[in-house]
């Protein structure tokens, strides 16, 4: 597949909400299987996480599936490897935190993933000022940086996110970390309001999407929405990929 | 090239290290602190209120004491700047009572912090009750165990301890915690770091804040030497904000200025360039990048970087890091507390047991002076060194 990420969602949007599920890589035996169960179901993309040590923006569930992939023995090249063999027919892209993504440098990491076919770069801790050179680097290897919009960035910065992001504009539904919550916060309605009216670029919801009905009420927002800890927890419980896919299949109904 | 130990202006880079790697949502919380901090600084008002509260609150200026036994020993002239013996006993307190004017004069009702031996906890526990804010202290479960003294101290003093049991329950842990909760809470809450670690303008304002020990050490030197400037200035390393406030004071002297960390968490030494709680700068990690955990007898060491301004110094030259083993800071306790008279927290005997293998090994002319930042009291140590003895 040669399509960006952009291009790829750009299509997709054309007929429906857009719906990108994340699994951390190695969190359990048989994660690409995960992978495959969410391209089945109807998922857009699917985000994969890279562990790190210290996730400073995630919550309870993502840490602990982080810390499980890590004593897992779970590697930035172990996945690379695995991912490789993967064609799922939609776009992979990775989320991970900036230590991992420097340990030789931006543009090594951009070519290692290009490499491997993935599509798209998160880095959560790498924001605007610092991801210059990152940037850079993921245009020559035609990955797309997804950049993050929160809550509380000012209207002005938010035109600087929209424009500079590639992929999609990953917005915050609220400040904090990743994680279930309850309620749709009005500040993630007004936030997708803005992106809309800044950017064509599609944008999605991340953080505490934790119902099929709660994602229908976001995407109404926005374009789409990415959905995480909800999955990562059945996962833990032991959730096979069946079931997961499942509950994708589930998310992507409420959507349509 | 700037000046060392100056401004680092918006980017908050020294040299390669530094900046601000943290999530879009916590930015403009950055963006209002470093502003506010930049209004404060130029405000004579401000600066005011500050030393006034130094001094009559915190018991600034802290002395400088020769140490005429040890040097007698040592064959070196011994300074040693008292930091022990501010208000809670350690230089924590001159950091908090800057932060938590700043986060008075933004309008901050609350103060969130990490902690690790509990120093930092304590002081900010303190300057909350002494301004009227609440407080949030995060804190690994292993260091609550290590130091109970000070969670208790906490407590009495009104704050909320909440024990982190992710990772390895130590510093860094405490730091991610106390990130996540600042994320949710940026609106009422004032992140109060504790050392010159985290996102511009953290390790700068920090380092601003610490600056009264190099600056009193200093004019305390001029006072005591006759060469005015010692030999050597010397403190222990864990982020490195007692350190890097020495160092200020002292960057543009001749004085050669040595950190001292601890074996097992010498970032300096044995790190790589990395990412962690949102700057870049010199960490502890394995070979595909997750970040290890350090090991030392002092809870207060154990965070697995340094603060970036010390990494830029090192690369540049202009200060040398070096390491000690907990074996060495137990008897440099014991030596002080019995040459002395001065029970010092186990951190700051890292910098006396690097001082006393220096001298020993001649590394150190004999005849040298030395001034040598105690940066607490060592009270919080005395159970958990019982079975060491």
Sequence with gaps: MTTSLETFLLARRATGRLLVPYVTAGAAPGWTDVVRAYADAGADAVEIGFPFSDPMLDGVTIQEASDRAIAAGTTVTGILDEVTALDVGVPLVAMTYGNLVFQRSGAKFCAALAMSGLRGLIVPDVPLEEAGELADAAVKEGLDLVLLAAPSTPRARLGEIAARSRGFVYALTRMGTTGERDEVPEQAARLGRELKELTDRPVLFGFGVSSPRQAAELARHADGVVVASALMRRLLDGARPRELGEYVASMRRALD | ?389
């Design chain 2, 1 to 389: 090239m700037t000046t060392l130990m100056s401004d680092p202006g918006t980017t908050g880079r020294f040299g390669d290290y530094g900046g601000r790697y943290v999530p879009e949502s916590l930015i403009p919380a950055c963006q209002e602190i470093e502003a506010a901090f930049r209004d404060a600084w130029a405000d004579p008002g401000f600066r005011d209120r500050l030393t006034t509260l130094l001094t009559v609150y915190a018991g600034r200026p802290t002395p400088l004491t020769p140490a005429r036994r040890l040097s007698e020993e040592l064959g070196v002239t011994l300074l040693l700047k008292r930091e022990d013996l501010t208000h809670t006993g350690s230089h924590k307190i001159n950091n908090v009572v800057g932060q938590a004017l700043l986060a008075q004069r933004m309008g901050r009702r609350r103060l969130l912090a990490e902690t690790g031996a509990g120093q930092h906890g304590v002081a900010t526990a303190t300057a909350a009750a002494l301004l009227g804010l609440r407080a949030t202290v995060f804190m690994g479960e292993r260091d609550i165990e290590r130091q109970e003294l000070n969670v208790l101290r906490m407590n009495v003093l009104g704050a909320e301890v909440v024990p982190v049991t992710t990772g390895s329950r130590t510093l860094k842990d405490a730091c991610n915690e106390a990130m996540r909760h600042w994320v949710a809470s940026t609106d009422d809450s004032y992140y109060c770091l504790g050392s010159v670690l985290g996102p511009h303008p953290y390790p700068w304002m920090v380092r601003e804040f610490q600056r009264v020990i190099g600056e009193e050490a200093r004019a305390q030197c001029a006072a005591e030497l006759p060469a005015a400037v010692p030999d050597y200035v010397v403190a222990c390393v864990g982020g490195g904000s007692n350190a890097a406030g020495t160092f200020a004071g002292f960057v543009g002297t001749t004085a050669r200025l040595v950190g001292v960390e601890a074996e097992g968490g010498a970032a300096a030494t044995s790190g790589r360039a990395g990412v962690l709680h949102g700057f870049r700068s010199l960490v502890l990690q394995d070979e595909h990048g997750q970040v290890t955990e350090a090991h030392s007898v002092a809870a207060g060491l154990d965070y697995p970087g340094i603060g970036p301004e010390h990494a830029h110094l090192r690369d540049g030259g202009r200060a040398r890091y070096a390491t000690v083993t907990d074996e060495e800071v137990v008897r440099a306790l014991v030596r002080l507390a019995r040459t002395e008279g001065i029970v010092a927290a186990l951190e700051s005997c890292h910098a006396l047991a690097w001082v006393i293998r220096a001298a020993g090994s001649g590394r150190i002319a004999p005849g040298s002076s030395v001034m040598l930042t105690l940066s607490g009291r060592g009270d919080k140590d005395i159970a958990s060194i019982k079975e060491l003895l």
